[in-house]
């Protein structure tokens, strides 16, 4: 069993910047693809970046590619969602979720196992 803990979440006016944190418990943390996904209200939640186990491999939403980062610190078991240049769309609650499985990096939510239980993310005008 994993446990995620995300924190970093808060108000921030638009073109600012955010780092949302995720804290996992275990000792395998290492061995998970882990991903970021973010979900509005009546709108289904949606991959924002993934990161490979060893973090050598990323991918991202386009709507969010060249703004933010996504990273890990394996020694820490921790990853990490540096959001950059945040706009009024980006406001959302903001998840992390693991995938044990994982080989590389994971786009597809129906793999990963567990999940965080969020933290809300609002960017004002």
């Known amino acids: 069993q994993v446990q995620l803990v995300e924190s970093g979440g ?3 006016q ?3 910047s955010l780092r949302l944190s995720c804290a996992a418990s275990g000792r395998t943390f290492k061995s998970y693809a882990m991903g970021w996904f ?3 209200p009546r709108n289904e939640r949606e991959l924002v970046a993934a990161i490979s ?5 990323t991918a991202y939403a386009d709507s ?3 703004r933010f980062t996504i990273s890990r610190d394996n020694a820490k078991n921790t990853v990490y969602l540096q959001m950059n240049s945040l706009k009024l769309e980006d406001t959302a609650v903001y998840s992390c979720a693991a995938d044990p499985d994982g080989m590389g990096v994971t786009t597809s939510q129906r793999l990963y196992d567990y999940w965080g239980q969020g933290t809300q993310v609002t960017v004002s005008s």
């Not at 186990?53 to 491999?57: C, Y």
Request: aromatic share 0%; glycine share 30%; hydrophobic share 30%.
């Open 64 to 66: 969010v590619k060249g």
């Open 38 to 40: 973010r979900q509005v």
């Open 53 to 57: 186990r060893s973090g050598s491999s």
């Open 14 to 16: 638009a073109g600012g």
């Open 10 to 12: 808060g108000l921030v």
